[in-house]
């Protein structure tokens, strides 16, 4: 495997290039500036800590379909060596994500063994695949009897971050979950608190897709299973964001969110995250 630095000097080469060929801030820009910093004292020797991965968003006009997508790239601290996490964040059908998915890792697949930058090869090869975001209407709106029983379970995840205060990870959380179709909410600020409740299969998606982004801490407090959709479990009839609930300081109001979980009868979980009920007076 080669060296960490041979790694990061690749991957600042390849950001570098990119700026290049998407000037535009509208079209390119890094998601996480102190990564950056972070992997250029590296190079430069003034610094011998490297936690923080790279990670960029990408727009790219598609022409033929008229359309546009927009992609976010994490690297692995050893990319090109080790396969590049791409998420597909534009709000499409369900069947779209998962033709975009399966494609990619077949690409992947095929990359990373060349040990070799490939973002840019990426970028053309979605311009020749196009079809990927289409729609078939042979089966838009199908639905088997398997399908049917499989979305009959459900379940509720409860996750703690250090913080949440970075734009695009926000955009992502409320993003995510609308394209999942979870319901829920996020109170960002410090601490972070995120709740979702769907299909199990989408709880556990998002989950995986929040774990690949950087966070100074991120744990699952509890999952609840919630079985079948007319045992009338589910609490949420939308996912949103709580910046009401915010002070000026990024503080969240405890007494409001306390009473924002008794209105949907989950009060008790206020006290999972912060060792106390929320009608104490403290």
Not at 33 to 43: G, T, V
Not at 48 to 61: A, M, P, V
Not at 121 to 138: A, G, K, P, R, T
């Amino acid at each position: 495997m080669a060296s960490m630095r041979s790694c990061i000097e690749q991957q600042l080469n390849e950001i570098e290039l990119l700026r290049c060929c998407y000037p535009s801030s509208d079209e390119f820009y890094l998601d996480d500036i102190e990564a950056f910093n972070e992997a250029k004292e590296y190079l430069d020797g003034k610094s011998d800590n490297l936690q923080k991965n790279l990670c960029f968003i990408l727009k790219l006009h598609l022409n033929d379909i008229k359309t546009t997508i927009e992609l976010q790239f994490i690297y692995p601290l050893h990319y090109p060596e080790l396969p590049v996490d791409i998420h597909l964040r534009t709000y499409l059908s369900r069947e779209c994500h998962e033709k975009f998915n399966e494609s990619v890792k077949k690409f992947l697949n095929d990359k990373t063994s060349d040990q070799e930058p490939y973002i840019m090869e990426f970028l053309s090869w979605i311009q020749d695949h196009q079809d990927l975001f289409l729609v078939s209407n042979d089966t838009t709106m199908k639905t088997t009897n398997e399908q049917i029983i499989k979305k009959k379970k459900f379940s509720r995840l409860w996750i703690y971050s250090h913080h949440i205060y970075n734009t695009e990870k926000r955009k992502n959380i409320v993003n995510w979950a609308h394209e999942l179709h979870l319901n829920g909410f996020s109170l960002p600020g410090k601490p972070g608190i995120i709740c979702v409740e769907g299909q199990e299969s989408d709880v556990d998606e998002y989950w995986t897709r929040l774990r690949n982004l950087t966070w100074k801490r991120l744990q699952m407090k509890e999952k609840e299973y919630l079985g079948d959709v007319n045992e009338n479990n589910l609490r949420f009839n939308q996912f949103q964001e709580l910046n009401y609930l915010l002070d000026n300081t990024g503080k969240g109001d405890f007494g409001q969110f306390h009473q924002y979980l008794q209105d949907r009868q989950l009060e008790k979980m206020f006290n999972l995250y912060f060792g106390f009920d929320g009608t104490d007076k403290k």
